[in-house]
């Protein structure tokens, strides 16, 4: 069965930083392409950030580049998100996601994690 | 690239069909996809590339269009199916409609 459990978020006050995780399991980490998403009530659903299967390529929504940086530690089948200089706006749910296939770049998230709350507020 | 999603709820009995619209604002040619979200859960891939049912999707799940607009039609509701969808293209980089919610009549 794939899992993907995220965890790391909290309440944290405008400027700060948080690092959010995500561990894998049922699946071939390494072979996939994994994304972050949030959910807002004012935005909805958001891509924020995605990693290719041999971390060659990453790339993010414009409204985090430059503040967040995503990567992989595939050991020890995890994703991580680092956010740094976070804003009210910020505020969410994040998921993460596995793409449909593996060894591809697919956009096609087809297992997500149940998320983790974000809340930036002072 | 914009997707507007209709109608926003959509009220509908068990044992009804519902036809969710999705129209973008440029051609995403086939790159269209459904997700389906209930409270408290993560969004669930149905429909992938306008009409491909995702692994164990039942059939009464089907979508359909190509170019900027598209169809999930759902024939015959079971009560779990009442919840919020969303479609999603990957056209260029991702991204979501602002949902229709299926509510129960």
């Known amino acids: 069965e794939i899992r993907l459990v995220e965890s790391g978020g909290i309440v944290v006050q405008p400027g700060g930083s948080l690092r959010l995780s995500c561990a894998a399991s049922?699946?071939?980490?390494?072979?996939?392409?994994m994304y972050w998403f949030r959910q807002t009530p004012a935005m909805g659903l958001e891509w924020v950030s995605q990693i290719t299967w041999d971390g060659s390529g990453t790339y993010y929504a414009d409204s985090v580049k430059g503040r967040f940086t995503i990567s992989r530690d595939d050991n020890k089948k995890s994703l991580f998100l680092e956010m740094k200089n976070l804003r009210p706006e910020d505020t969410g749910l994040y998921y993460c996601a596995k793409d449909m296939s593996s060894l591809q770049l697919q956009l096609l998230p087809d297992s997500w994690g149940q998320g983790t709350l974000v809340t930036v507020s002072s | 690239i914009v997707l507007t999603q209709s109608p926003a709820t959509l009220s509908l009995s068990p044992g009804e069909s519902a036809t969710l619209s999705c129209r973008a604002s440029q051609s995403i040619s086939t790159y269209l996809a459904w997700y389906q979200q209930k409270p408290g859960q993560a969004p669930r891939l149905l429909i992938y590339d306008s009409y491909h049912r995702a692994t164990g999707i039942p059939a009464r799940f089907s979508g359909s269009g190509s170019g900027t607009d598209f169809t999930l039609t759902i024939s015959g509701l079971e009560p779990e199916d009442f919840a919020v969808y969303y479609c999603?293209?990957?056209?260029?980089?991702?991204?979501f409609g602002q949902g229709t919610k299926l509510e129960i009549k």
């Open positions: 999603q293209q990957r056209k260029n980089y991702f991204t």
């Open positions: 049922g699946f071939t980490f390494e072979d996939y392409t």
